[in-house]
């Protein structure tokens, strides 16, 4: 099942997709992470999902890698005694603080930290935006708001405090009930959502260890501000452009979006972009020619990964959804304009840092057919990763926990081999797996990267080259 290509796709699994036969479906046509939505759907639903992905990834021998995205903090609007109300630019509406029946003059904002946070003149978005609101006069528990856009409120709606940073966790206790479950099932990925500051990432390091690698979802204007430190305490970031759009101008995503990807090449961590990338295939079973190149705008960036959301989750049409990302990203890395540098910048380099990148240089050289990197943490294949190399890294590694995890990084074909303890064999090893994968014939060449003595992390210190 190897893919014959290096961005990887991530399918988020809901309604529509998560039945066994289904998720073989879109396993075959590409998926390579399966994102469990914990907005949506209970524990049951994603332990069903959890337990049929790995039945598959048995079935099919090829490392799969799951991701938990975890909801994070919804503030709402209260209710309205019909349901909605209507509302013209110019009317001025109260929110409360107090539990009330709501009307077209009142209405509950039940969150305390909206209030903590408001000033004269910040801006308020209903309902993904379409209702703006500029607050005009804020007191004890009280705060008047101009309507600016808009004509309708209703019952449950979500509001986005672009203007200010809320003195509130990213992590609620739903979410840290969701946390707990998704370790306990052993997801490799988890994502938090609505990051505002550092110390939020630090929070959820805390909660969950080592037990998953952490993705720092992009949406909030404040965590832009501190997108190098964010990057360097996740082991991975998405650009989440859907509330990111709500909470900034539509055309500060596109470079917003270029920004994120570029940090975190230079830090070599993977990046996911998300939202809206394939929008129509919802209903329609082809995309439009926008959606295609905003697609193929990521993978020349040199996003790792890119993610397919209600498009297999809900829609009508999830296996041609994922059919048709691979078809973009393959016609995508094979045209000519489709060339990926090596990171500069980032963390200062290290003898394995020097490994990676000739082993890189040096397969370009003898026009090697792959790089097979022996690694147990994986940090070695993702320096590899890192550089951009033009042939496939094949990641060798006795620890079944590092190759599902690494799935989602750009280039790596992740195989889980038996404990190794002497160079020959892991020299046997890669060349067993280069002929019977496909990544070469007899008499081809291959570059082996490895650390000697075996069983120390880190400790990349070898390269070699080997024939088929």
Same mark, same amino acid.
């Given at each position: ?21 289904? &998720? ?16 949506? *759907? ?16 048995? $079935? ?39 539990? /009330? ?10 969150? @305390? ?9 910040? =801006? ?15 007191? !004890? ?29 990213? &992590?609620? !206790? ?11 099932? *052993? ?10 500051? @550092? $110390?939020?990432? /630090? ?61 975190? =090449?230079?830090? *070599? $961590? ?27 705008? #990521? ?16 829609? +009508? ?10 078809? /973009? ?18 963390? @200062? #380099? ?68 038996? +404990? ?7 020299? !046997?090893?890669?060349?067993? /797996? ?16 490895? *650390? ?8 990349? +210190? ?7």
């Amino acid at each position: 099942m190897r893919r014959q290509r290096k961005a990887k796709i991530v399918t988020t699994i809901g309604p529509a997709s998560r039945e066994s036969e289904m &998720l073989e479906a879109l396993f075959e046509r590409g998926a390579d992470v399966f994102r469990l939505n914990f907005s949506h *759907g209970s524990h049951e639903d994603h332990q069903l999902s959890y337990e049929r992905i790995r039945a598959m990834e048995a $079935k099919f021998g090829r490392s799969t890698c799951i991701l938990a995205d975890i909801q994070g903090p919804k503030l709402r609007l209260g209710t309205f005694e019909a349901g909605s109300v209507e509302v013209e630019p110019g009317h001025v509406i109260t929110l409360v603080l107090e539990e /009330i029946v709501g009307t077209a003059e009142r209405v509950t904002l039940p969150h @305390p930290e909206i209030f903590a946070a408001m000033k004269v003149g910040g =801006r308020l978005l209903v309902d993904d935006g379409k209702v703006r609101l500029r607050i005009v006069e804020v007191r !004890e528990g009280e705060a008047d708001c101009r309507v600016e856009a808009g004509r309708k409120l209703s019952d449950r709606k979500g509001v986005n405090v672009p203007d200010a940073v809320l003195p509130m966790s990213a &992590l609620t !206790e739903k979410d840290r009930r969701d946390v707990d479950f998704a370790m306990k099932l *052993g997801v490799d990925w988890i994502a938090l959502s609505f990051v505002q500051q @550092p $110390k939020d990432v /630090i929070e959820a390091r805390r909660i969950v260890g080592d037990s998953a690698q952490l993705m720092v979802k992009m949406e909030k204007p404040s965590a832009i501000d501190y997108l190098d430190e964010l990057v360097m305490l996740a082991d991975g970031m998405m650009v989440a452009r859907g509330d990111l759009g709500v909470e900034m101008q539509p055309e500060e995503v596109p470079p917003i979006q270029r920004r994120i990807v570029q940090a975190c =090449r230079r830090a *070599g $961590k993977p990046v996911v972009v998300a939202t809206q990338m394939l929008e129509s295939m919802i209903t329609n079973p082809v995309p439009t020619r926008a959606e295609s190149s905003d697609v193929a705008r #990521a993978v020349y960036d040199g996003a790792d990964a890119v993610m397919l959301s209600a498009e297999s989750a809900a829609g +009508n049409y999830p296996r041609e959804a994922v059919a048709m990302m691979d078809r /973009i990203i393959c016609e995508t890395e094979q045209s000519s304009h489709y060339q990926q540098s090596p990171a500069s910048g980032g963390s @200062p #380099a290290t003898g394995s840092d020097a490994i990676s990148t000739a082993a890189c240089q040096v397969a370009e050289t003898i026009d090697a057919k792959c790089i097979v990197t022996h690694t147990r943490s994986g940090r070695t294949a993702q320096r590899a990763s890192r550089e951009r190399p033009v042939v496939p890294i094949v990641m060798v590694t006795p620890e079944r926990k590092t190759a599902r995890q690494h799935t989602i990084v750009w280039g790596l074909h992740c195989v889980v081999v038996e +404990n190794m303890e002497t160079l020959d064999q892991v020299a !046997e090893a890669a060349q067993e /797996i280069g002929l019977q994968q496909g990544f070469g014939v007899e008499g081809d060449q291959v570059v082996l990267t490895a *650390g000697v003595p075996f069983g120390q992390v880190g400790q990349t +210190n070898l390269l070699r080259l080997l024939r088929l």
